[in-house]
């Protein structure tokens, strides 16, 4: 089993920035591709971005160009920079991690194996 603990979420003013992170326990080594996701109540739960083993990246339209995923696989923790953040950024943020090899793509929601609990993100204006 794999364990994931999203931190560095909370309440920033328009314009700010935060940094999140998803530290990784348990069976570390069956990890593949991470990705970070996001439910604003009432709505869907959507990607943010995804990062496979190796690197490559997806960033969703929303918020390209403003948060970058990265992620050390030495210290097995994701992370989602966030800058210029903006209200309709506030959701709860989930980590999500992945034991499939689905290069070159990455891996769809439902091909996620292991979800955090969250972290809230609030944005005011």
């Known amino acids: 089993q794999v364990q994931l603990v999203e931190s560095g979420g909370g309440l920033v003013q328009a314009g700010g920035s935060l940094r999140l992170s998803c530290a990784a326990s348990?069976?570390?080594?069956?990890?593949?591709?991470m990705g970070w996701f996001r439910q604003a109540p009432g709505k869907e739960r959507e990607l943010v971005a995804g990062?496979?083993?190796?690197?490559?990246?997806v960033v969703a339209d929303s918020v390209k160009g403003r948060f970058t995923i990265s992620r050390d696989n030495v210290k097995n923790t994701l992370y989602l920079q966030m800058n210029s953040l903006k209200p309709e950024d506030t959701a709860m943020y989930y980590c999500?991690?992945?034991?499939?090899?689905?290069?070159?793509?990455?891996?769809?929601?439902?091909?996620?194996?292991?979800w955090g609990q969250g972290t809230q993100v609030t944005v005011s204006s």
């Open positions: 999500a991690a992945t034991r499939g090899d689905y290069a070159p793509r990455l891996p769809l929601e439902y091909e996620y194996d292991y």
């Open positions: 348990g069976i570390i080594f069956s990890i593949n591709a």
């Open positions: 990062i496979s083993f190796g690197g490559i990246t």
